[in-house]
């Protein structure tokens, strides 16, 4: 059957208005907050927002930076985010405990990034040398992996001062050691001290925990599951570009939202997250940025309930869901 031109024209202009309404479906407006201000460790957030990840994957979402006198998860409960970028896995835990409704969804750091820090000429080359030292170690520190430290390897409690965020007793005393992020207190004590410290890393010690974990609701996973998934999914792909590809609008956002941010810095932490493995390495490596597992999970669980970090009867298994993760998702993004 021949179709003159007119029709044919009409037919044209009708199929591709509907093409474009299907184009112009609204998008998911979502709130991510974040528990810190902005950072290279939340630079695959910025990177699924900067390169349209989120918004290929039918998510406007707005990103909403922490800092010290901010408590998002608060908003996250109140309904006012949709997403928290949770500090570690003890956090999901003690929602359990006090029966607040949210659920981890995706671990973002396979390792805790919290390290030691000591200086490089006293001798200390192991972990346990540690023990010769003075520990300076904040209130929150003291409360959760020093119980482990003691309980797994006999540290005291009469080594420990107060850590105030500020490498100066540090760096004026050499029998000392230090606590801090691998990604950002080494970079302060080179760039003050004019040395390479010691590193020691809990998480190659044993300590389990995720980090940067994101944490919604459970009324949203119950109500909006597929936004939830392509929320994950996208986040995934967008560390994956971070980590392993052009990073620079990312980055400009990162300064915009925190004008102290300087470039070098953000280099110095991405350099030590891909040389630590602290985003991407063991289950990430087959399941995807995000990854976590029961096995993981317990493990954790298991050795805060023996040091005494958590206390009472608590179901962990409650604390999070793998409904979302270990699909492989971003993978083929890692260079070969």
Known sequence: MRIGLKTFATLAALAAGGLGAAQAQPLDKVTFATNWVAQAEHGGFYQALADGTYRKYGLDVTILPGGPNVNHRLQLIAGRVDFYMSANTLQAFDAVAYNIPTLVIAAIFQKDPQVLLAHPDQGIDTFEDLKKLTLLISKEGVASYFQWMQHDFGFREQQVKPYTFNP???????????????????????????????IFLLADQGWGSYSTLIETRRDLVASKPDMVQRFVDASAIGWMNYLYGNNAAANTRIKRDNPEMTDDRIAYSIVKMKEYGIADSGDTIKGGIGAMSDARMKGFFDKMMASGVLKGAIDYRKAYSLQFVNKGVGIDLRPK
């Open 168 to 198: 100066q007793p540090f760096l004026a005393d050499k029998r000392t050691a230090m606590q801090g992020y691998v990604t950002s207190e080494p970079y302060a004590v080179e760039s003050q001290g004019g040395f390479k410290p010691k």
